[in-house]
T-cell receptor, first 111, second 117 residues
Framework: QKEVEQNSGPLSVPEGAIASLNCTYS??????FFWYRQYSGKSPELIMF????GDKEDGRFTAQLNKASQYVSLLIRDSQPSDSATYLC???????????FGDGTTLTVKP | GAVVSQHPSWVICKSGTSVKIECRSL??????MFWYRQFPKQSLMLMAT?????????EQGVEKDKFLINHASLTLSTLTVTSAHPEDSSFYIC?????????????FGDGTRLSIL
């Protein structure tokens, strides 16, 4: 079992729909959770991070964390074709430790 | 804020050449830097983690003598691919993090595409 698991996709949604990206992790001691977006041929860019159970909203993006279920998700509202990318979930146990990345979910938003 | 600059963006060189890639944090002090490699359509692969002033910690299977990492200051880390061969051709990405504030995310540079002929 991988430490951080994501459905590889591709996940396809129509423009304007809500895209839901999911991530599960195995280390119960994980404290910090991050979502990155990576366009094809580019490096990852940070979208959001979350530390506490519940929801965190930033514009069209909402991160949801449930530590009891070891589950973190990213919702993208009003999806746009420009949101088409691979979304990486990253999890970290300690402040100074390294993050473990999932393999990513590829999202395609169709016009 | 949190800008990480990586140079060069592209390198094409002959087999046997050594190549140095620079990674700079422009507006924060990067206490920890990471170097990744990514092959087309594959996942990020962590190569090593470095802390300012300390020797880098390499992941299993990564050759220390092949991939030399120097984290000389809080704003600069370099990766040198020594005696590069075609199989070293890949997308190399650095990432930096300021650990003096709890739970900070890591920020990525734009990456260096290395092609060895």
């Amino acid at each position: 079992q991988k430490e951080v698991e994501q459905n590889s996709g591709p996940l396809s949604v129509p423009e304007g729909a809500i895209a839901s990206l999911n991530c599960t992790y195995s280390d119960r001691g994980s404290q910090s959770f991050f979502w990155y977006r990576q366009y094809s041929g580019k490096s990852p860019e940070l979208i959001m991070f979350i530390y506490s159970n519940g929801d965190k909203e930033d514009g069209r993006f909402t991160a949801q964390l449930n530590k009891a279920s070891q589950y973190v998700s990213l919702l993208i509202r009003d999806s746009q074709p420009s949101d088409s990318a691979t979304y990486l979930c990253a999890v970290r146990r300690t402040n100074a430790g390294k993050s473990t990345f999932g393999d990513g979910t590829t999202l395609t938003v169709k016009p | 804020g949190a800008v990480v600059s990586q140079h060069p963006s592209w390198v094409i060189c002959k087999s046997g050449t050594s190549v140095k890639i620079e990674c700079r944090s422009l507006d924060f002090q990067a206490t920890t830097m990471f170097w990744y490699r990514q092959f087309p359509k594959q996942s990020l692969m962590l190569m090593a983690t470095s802390n300012e002033g300390s020797k880098a910690t390499y992941e299993q299977g990564v050759e220390k003598d092949k991939f030399l990492i120097n984290h000389a200051s809080l704003t600069l880390s370099t990766l040198t691919v020594t005696s590069a061969h075609p199989e070293d051709s890949s997308f190399y990405i650095c990432s930096a993090r300021a650990d003096r504030v709890r739970g900070q995310p890591q920020h990525f540079g734009d990456g260096t595409r290395l092609s060895i002929l």
